[in-house]
């Protein structure tokens, strides 16, 4: 099986730190390979500013699982990143780009099992002309632009004992009711519910259903979207034989007695699904993009600037995406074996 490929993330935040404690951490964790797409000279500036010893090797993809355990393999990129941490560069954007884009293309070649994001800064990239609301946009283009037909990326927070979905993710609170749509729930439940079963390896997938009203809109007193959009997205899913169920009052359904009922919960906003998800496992929940035809992981938080270059970031949620990715990309070979 392929190494994983790591991108560096923004360079200025705690991406490099936590991919250099990452390795360091390899033979304690039991870590498969990966290679990192970035700069080799901002990572040995990086480890020399921590004081810690990590010894480095340019390697490429094929090279990187025979390099891994005695160095961090390093593929670097055209861009070059300036070394300035907890201050960001619009300078640097070119390069987290290109990152981005290389481990995919990698992955989607069959050069690496699955890419591996560390956290980027949005602003840094607008400034420069990026022009999609954040990573998961920019991977469903990449996946557009390589297949040469449309992708629907699903974002899911995946912990060791809650997985969830927002089903809308980065928009204002009060946009959601406006925006929200049964299709838009259906949609996000059939790629869920498909790739529970594909790569994460569970047959027969259950989904809780959130709603979007306090008491799940209490009858229509508070609030009609849960009678009138998310129940026909649920009947619509049973009818496709998935194992759906709601919509459930959100401040019921993340209790340790309630998640052994289901398998992943669909939530109608972000913080619906993040707050729970981060709050029971902080350190080991994993981004995870779903509905691309490659597998892609990230740590569950950012760019940590405040703490940027001052050798305090935990490589935990880091670990713990990786460990994902490959299980994922171990899941996906065995079926289609």
């Not at 392929?2 to 304690?28: F, H, N, V, Y």
């Not at 707050?275 to 990230?298: H, Q, Y």
């Not at 760019?303 to 171990?330: C, E, M, N, W």
Request: glycine share 8%.
């Amino acid at each position: 099986m392929p190494a994983l490929a790591l991108t560096i993330g923004e360079p200025s935040g705690i991406g490099p730190e936590i991919l250099l404690r990452a390795w360091q951490a390899r033979r304690q964790q039991n870590l498969p390979p990966f290679y990192v797409l970035g700069d080799p000279a901002l990572l040995v500036a990086r480890a020399r500013r921590l004081g810690v010893d990590v010894p480095m090797v340019e390697a490429d993809a094929a090279q990187a699982a025979g390099r891994f355990d005695a160095a961090l393999p390093v593929l670097p990129l055209e861009n070059r990143f300036a070394d300035t941490p907890g201050i960001p560069s619009g300078a640097n954007a070119a390069g987290v780009i290109e990152a981005i884009r290389r481990g995919v293309e990698d992955t989607l070649a069959g050069r690496a099992a699955a890419v591996v994001t560390c956290p980027i800064a949005k602003k840094p990239l607008y400034d420069a002309g990026f022009g999609f609301p954040g990573h998961t946009e920019f991977l469903g283009h990449l996946a557009e632009e390589a297949a040469g037909r449309p992708a629907t990326p699903i974002m899911m927070l995946a912990g060791p004992e809650l997985r969830t979905v927002p089903v809308t993710v980065h928009q204002a609170l009060a946009e959601v009711p406006r925006s929200l749509t049964a299709g838009m729930i259906q949609t996000a439940g059939e790629i869920v519910a498909r790739e529970l079963v594909e790569r994460f390896a569970i047959p027969s997938p259950r989904l809780a259903v959130a709603g979007l009203n306090p008491h799940a809109g209490e009858g229509g007193s508070m609030g009609k979207e849960d009678a009138e959009i998310i129940a026909p997205a649920i009947e619509a899913l049973r009818k496709r034989g998935i194992d759906a169920f709601g919509p459930l009052p959100a401040d019921t359904m993340f209790h340790a007695a309630a998640r052994r009922n289901y398998d992943a919960a669909l939530c109608m906003y972000h913080d619906q699904a993040l707050i729970p998800v981060k709050t029971i496992a902080f350190d080991e929940t994993v981004n995870v993009t779903l509905g691309l035809p490659f597998i892609r992981t990230s740590p569950d938080h950012g760019t940590a600037f405040d703490i940027a270059g001052k050798g305090v970031a935990r490589p935990d949620s880091l670990i713990a995406a990786i460990k994902l990715a490959r299980l994922l990309a171990d899941n996906a070979a065995k079926r289609s074996a």
